[in-house]
Every structure is written in C-alpha cells, then in structure tokens.
Nanobody, 122 residues
C-alpha cells in the first residue's frame, strides 16, 4: 500500500492550494482517510477526515476554509485549501484509517504518505 501526496508549494496569505493524495494497493473508497499536518517544532495534528460513507470532519481552525474530497475512480483524495494563513505552513500528510470511519487520532491511521510542504507567506 502506498500513498503519495503532492500539490504543496509556496503561496501568499489569502491564496489557495489543492493537495492530492494518490493511493495504490488499497481503495480510498473502502476506508476512512485523513489529512494531517506537522509544522516545524510541533506535533503532527489532524486537519480533516472523510469516511467511507463520504461524511467529513474538520478541525476547528480549518472549518470553512478547507474541503476534503475523494475521487473513487482516481483512487485519490484531495484537500482544497482556501484563505490560507501563515500558520497553515506545515508538511501535510495523508493516511489510510484502520476502519471505515475517520478519526482525529493519529493512532487510528495505518499507511501514511511522505508528505508535501505547504508554505504560506505573509
């Protein structure tokens, strides 16, 4: 099972980016999937999740700005990030959940992608 996240880059505050996470070896439609991020010197934290049913969940500080979605045919999940802020700067990771439901707990995720760096300048 492999996950590859891409789409990160440098963007000015207020701008947008769309992250993609392509999976192989396992179907993203069969498991809960999550996006996490890790800023320098900080712990990895939950950002957004999507369950097998398509239900979604977001951490408070991205609600209304970020949207997680899934393309079953492409076996890919996405994270659309709008109104980016400098504090959104981090390496963003995608991961497969252990079950069909999303979770905000890192321990409930198994396979992880290598991450993609998002840098938001002020």
């Amino acid at each position: 099972v492999q996950l590859q996240a891409f789409g990160g880059g440098l963007v000015q505050a207020g701008g947008s980016l769309r992250l993609s996470c392509a999976a192989s070896g396992r179907s993203v439609s069969s498991y809960g999937m999550g996006w996490f991020r890790q800023a320098p010197g900080k712990e990895r934290e939950f950002v957004a999740g999507i369950g097998r049913s398509g239900s979604t969940n977001y951490v408070d500080f991205v609600k209304g700005r970020f949207t997680i979605s899934r393309d079953n045919a492409e076996n890919t999940i996405y994270l659309q990030m709008n109104s980016l802020k400098p504090e959104d700067t981090a390496v963003y990771y995608c991961a497969f959940g252990r079950s069909t439901w999303y979770s905000s707990s890192i321990s409930q995720y198994t396979y992880w992608g290598r991450g993609t760096l998002v840098t938001v300048s002020s």
